[in-house]
């Protein structure tokens, strides 16, 4: 028998090999479409469908204002309103006879993990009006990401044309996450550039067309950015090994900004009230408790972010001490308590409602010793 010539071989052997890639393709993307569903984002989907960011002055961003129900990484659902706060809309002036009560802070306020009005200021809120108190209003001012120096930017340029009465303040992950840098904070923050996550942002027209063509493509896409970018729950995360010491001038900004935020509350006429952030953070953390705590964000040992938060709950009595302002520490008595939370400060369903539970009350006793005539049938 001839034999087969070389030339024949090595293209019978890449008709083979493309033939076995075609049919990897078909199937994949026959595999991918029927387990995945509506669930596979594209790009434009997702940039549609997400939390979208913008950049601002006064903080690192701020939410788009436009109503919609935002979808996010984890398959939450959150209302966004007009002026880009979460939940149902509101009047900028206050209604005669309303007394607003605005809470700020990070993810925890925003509180992620809960979806409608189930986010704990909103709980809040109910349990204010069942204890009588159906005048309060509350807005969630919570944004994912900011800490406490947002928060001051952001009622100093806008919050108080919504005339709150009481402004509460729940900070410090986000905070901790510059305590390992001697940086000032004006050289250590970076404005906001939405085009930088190829997670909503199309990379060129070919990646537009395959994202919106194959299943299979997008989510080999997804698994490359979401490895090769290092992201995680909170974003990308920092570059750097772990310090061995907290940034002395990180912890004078931080009770600087805490100082500024109860100033500028009592400027505007309202009642400022600080409030310990509850965490899962504790020093007898067992080895599966502190796998949920993504120490990479903070670049800080066990030990160290312990000391951190410490720290924090320290800062936040001294001003309340100094400028006599209300602490609220019943957080305290959820910390370490792994059946609260989902990982180092976000809270899960269960979280969410006992620390309402614990707030609320004390909240009640401020407004009824402030607001005698706001009381009366």
């Not at 549609?48 to 006064?58: C, K, N, T």
């Not at 009047?91 to 704990?120: E, H, L, N």
């Not at 410490?310 to 792994?338: M, P, Y």
Request: proline content about 6%.
């Amino acid at each position: 028998m001839a034999q087969i010539p070389l030339k024949k071989k090595i293209l019978f052997l890449a008709l083979l090999v493309l033939l076995s890639l075609v049919l990897f393709v078909i199937f994949g993307e026959i595999y991918v479409r029927l387990t995945t569903g509506d669930e596979l984002l594209t790009p434009g989907e997702r940039r549609h469908l997400s939390l979208r960011y913008r950049p601002a002055v006064f903080a690192r961003h701020i939410l788009e204002r436009r109503e919609i129900e935002a979808v996010g990484w984890g398959g939450g659902r959150w209302p966004i309103n007009s002026k880009g706060y979460r939940g149902g809309d509101f009047p900028v002036a206050k209604p005669a006879g309303k007394i607003r009560i605005m809470f700020y802070g990070g993810s925890a306020v925003f509180d992620s993990f809960a979806t409608d009005d189930q986010d704990w200021p909103h709980r809040i809120e109910k349990l204010l009006h069942d204890r009588g108190l159906t005048q309060v209003e509350v807005i969630n001012a919570g944004i994912p990401g900011h800490a406490s120096f947002d928060a001051v930017g952001r009622l100093f340029a806008e919050g108080h044309h919504f005339q709150p009465d009481y402004l509460v303040l729940y900070t410090g992950w986000n905070d901790i996450k510059t305590f390992h840098s001697p940086q000032t904070l004006l050289s250590r923050l970076k404005p906001y550039r939405e085009l930088e996550d190829p997670r909503i942002h199309y990379t060129g027209n070919l990646d537009r067309a395959l994202c919106n063509i194959s299943r299979l493509y997008l989510l080999l896409r997804n698994h490359y950015y979401r490895t090769s970018l290092d992201i995680g729950g909170e974003g990308r995360r920092p570059p750097g090994d772990p310090v061995d010491k907290l940034s002395p001038a990180a912890l004078r900004q931080y009770k600087l900004n805490v100082e500024t935020f109860v100033d500028l509350a009592r400027n505007i006429g309202a009642t400022p009230v600080l409030v310990l952030q509850a965490r899962l953070v504790h020093r007898n953390n067992t080895a599966e408790q502190r796998d949920k705590i993504r120490y990479s964000y903070v670049r800080l040992t066990h030990p160290l972010l312990c000391q951190a938060f410490e720290k924090i709950d320290t800062i936040i009595h001294e001003v309340a001490a100094d400028k006599g302002v209300k602490v609220i520490g019943a957080s305290s008595r959820l910390n370490g308590r792994e059946e609260f939370f989902l990982d180092h400060v976000h809270l899960n369903l269960a979280g969410s409602a006992a620390l309402a539970a614990l707030v609320a009350p004390e909240l009640a006793e401020l407004i009824r010793r402030e607001e005698p005539a706001q009381n009366e049938p």
